[in-house]
């Protein structure tokens, strides 16, 4: 039974990265649920056993890729470093993520980019609560911009980072997404 429980969580794991590179590349519509069974190896039937619909596969890889970054954000406030620390290390993390798994990160900005994009009110609350945590630091830390609020935070943190990635991705052919320089821009330009 063991060996089951290791093969449905590869699977369920295979079937993960399959969604997340078709709807990374084609968007969340054009994606369909056999195409991703193929992709994962896997019978649409075995797909549709542990995920009922395509939206609930959907709404999985969301919690999935957003409690990701969450938790970047709390490992660097974690670190107990200024507000600026936690910038530079969110977008640095967020730069090694996006070279480590580019699927991952295209299907982010796509849903950051999305308006029908509906996040659980758990994973809403838990974002509040660091944005929360991150404007406490910045009422604290002299350099830090005046009259932040925290959708500005989370702005600086995550859509200015993704955005740059995008950028790279579409007009920047094959070249990486940068080094650490350019990750202290990013982080300069989201501070």
């Not at 369920?12 to 990374?24: D, F, K, V």
């Not at 195409?35 to 969301?62: D, F, M, Q, T």
């Not at 996040?119 to 991150?134: G, V």
């Amino acid at each position: 039974q063991v060996m089951a429980k290791v093969a449905d969580s590869t699977k369920i794991q295979r079937i993960r990265e399959a969604a997340l590179s078709i709807m990374g590349k084609e968007g969340v519509s054009s994606a369909s649920v056999a195409a991703i069974a193929r992709k994962a190896g896997v019978s649409v039937g075995y797909l549709y056993l542990h995920y009922p619909g395509k939206e609930a596969l959907v709404n999985a890889l969301v919690e999935m890729s957003f409690e990701q970054i969450n938790d970047l954000i709390q490992s660097a406030i974690e670190e107990k470093g200024s507000l600026s620390h936690v910038v530079h290390t969110v977008v640095r993390r967020l730069l090694a993520l996006a070279n480590e798994d580019t699927d991952k990160i295209r299907f982010v900005i796509m849903l950051l980019n999305d308006v029908t994009t509906k996040l659980h009110p758990d994973l809403l609350e838990r974002i509040d609560s660091l944005a929360q945590e991150l404007l406490t630091m910045a009422g604290k830390d002299p350099h830090a911009k005046k009259g932040l609020i925290k959708g500005d935070i989370f702005f600086a943190l995550v859509c200015v980072p993704m955005q740059y990635i995008m950028m790279r991705y579409n007009f920047v052919a094959k070249t990486g997404l940068g080094d650490e320089a350019g990750a202290d821009h990013i982080a300069q330009v989201a501070h």
